[in-house]
């Protein structure tokens, strides 16, 4: 559970770079 608390706190930066696009818990 290291990527869930990492997009937490850089869920932006996270998403650029895991390329989530709507996996992230904020929609």
């Known amino acids: 559970p290291e ?3 990492t ?3 850089n869920g932006e930066e ?3 770079e895991v ?3 709507g ?3 904020s929609g």
């Open 19 to 21: 390329d989530y696009g």
């Open 3 to 5: 990527i869930s608390m």
């Open 23 to 25: 996996v992230l818990p």
């Open 7 to 9: 997009w937490m706190k």
């Open 14 to 16: 996270i998403a650029q």
